[in-house]
């Protein structure tokens, strides 16, 4: 028997993270790469439940409600001079929605040879620019996005 080969990401490698200006904004939309990212998670999809159990069913009955996209959490190492992780921050000072995108490398096993995965959406950066101090290493400034609609996937090519 056959095993079919998995046409999944094989790495992060060259994925790039950016911002762009605030959601809805007229003009020509200029996005930054926020540099020096060393990980990041996108949780996905989250479905709100509220319970619609009877006296008459004898199960635990839900209904699903609101449909939350999640967040987007990514580590930076701390470059304080590095314009789109400084872009990030002021975002946060607003408390207002940002464009943002995440371009994935091509992946080739699902015949991807110019340009990889484009993920777009709109977000909150609910947390930016905390970071510890270590004697063992260097610095990292941390992100948290909430994502605010649903999120776009163009496939690459």
Known sequence: MTQAI???QSTAVGTII???GVTGATGT???TPVGSIT???VSGLKIATTDVSTFLANVKRKLG??????TVTFTTLRVSNDAGQAAVIAAAATAQNYDFKIQL????????????????FSALVSEAGGFD?????QPDYSFT?????????TEGS
């Not at 409600?65 to 999640?70: A, H, N, Q, S």
């Not at 490398?105 to 040879?113: D, F, H, I, M």
């Open 29 to 31: 939309e200029t996005f």
């Open 133 to 137: 101090l270590d004697l063992n290493k």
């Open 65 to 70: 409600t609101i449909v939350d996209y999640g």
């Open 105 to 120: 490398e091509p992946n080739s096993a699902a015949s991807q040879t110019t340009i990889g995965d484009l993920i777009t």
């Open 145 to 153: 996005l909430e994502i605010d609609g649903a999120w776009v996937v």
């Open 39 to 41: 990980n990041a998670k």
């Open 18 to 20: 950016s911002i762009g």
């Open 6 to 8: 998995s046409k999944a």
